[in-house]
């Protein structure tokens, strides 16, 4: 079945430092979906990319999708520690796959 | 709008015990979602429903069964809990299906099984 592998699995870095957090599918998605999860909230969606080769931008968080559509990725620029909480990224095969499958996510911790 | 509502928050039961989740969304979505959340897991589909009257299996359906007698509405039932149940059980919605659509996700149920 279809997998999703995200790496790292923690990130810890100093207010104003980045982050990049990657996905990879092991079969090739129609789109692509990030999430955040705050410590004990509930995930709260992002961003969904669809094209090939897709970049979009969020303030200070910048999302990739690979020309092949197997791989994302979510970048910070300069953390604040408003962006503490795991994210995850989630991908769905497309046709009849009514199913999204996420990835196990990193947990970023920002030091102020 | 509440948006996705679970209940309970929260629940303790003695192995061997039954529960029943429910899930509630006034957004009029079609599809609905139940996960599990496990330390360094991730969130793990369990069942999920493409509309009114439907339910199928997710990636670890053993245990569990489901129901959605109405469209606002589905329902996670736990027949015989286990202490491997414990967990955070979070449902979601959607419009439309995950090639098109978000999720919008509940609050969650912290589950634990002794």
């Known amino acids: 079945g279809q997998q999703v592998m995200q790496i790292p699995q923690y990130q810890h870095v100093q207010e104003g430092e980045d982050f990049t957090t990657y996905c990879n599918s092991s079969?090739?998605?129609?789109?692509i979906q990030w999430y955040k999860q705050r410590p004990g909230g509930h995930p709260v969606f992002l961003i969904q990319?669809?094209?090939?080769?897709e970049v979009k931008k969020q303030k200070r968080l910048t999302f990739q999708f690979g020309e092949a559509k197997k791989n994302s990725s979510l970048h910070i620029t300069a953390t604040q520690t408003t962006d503490v909480g795991t994210y995850f990224c989630?991908?769905?095969?497309?046709?009849?796959?009514?199913?999204?499958?996420f990835g196990k996510g990193t947990l970023l911790t920002v030091n102020p | 709008n509440a948006g996705v509502t679970q209940t309970p928050k929260f629940r303790v039961l003695k192995t061997g015990q039954s529960m029943t989740l429910l899930c509630a969304q006034d957004m009029n979505h079609e599809y609905m979602y139940w996960y599990r959340q496990d330390p360094g897991m991730g969130l793990r589909l369990i069942h999920y429903?493409?509309?009114?009257?439907?339910?199928a299996k997710g990636e670890v359906p053993d245990g569990y069964n489901v129901s959605r007698l109405k469209k606002q509405n589905f329902l996670l039932g736990l027949e015989s809990a286990a202490p491997s149940q414990t967990s955070v059980y979070f449902c979601?919605?959607?419009?439309?299906?995950?090639?098109?659509?978000?999720?919008?996700f509940g609050p969650g149920t912290r589950l634990t099984v002794l």
């Open positions: 989630a991908g769905n095969s497309g046709g009849s796959n009514y199913k999204l499958t």
């Open positions: 079969t090739t998605l129609s789109n």
């Open positions: 990319l669809v094209k090939s080769g």
């Open positions: 979601a919605s959607s419009y439309s299906r995950p090639s098109t659509d978000t999720q919008y």
């Open positions: 429903s493409v509309g009114e009257g439907t339910t």
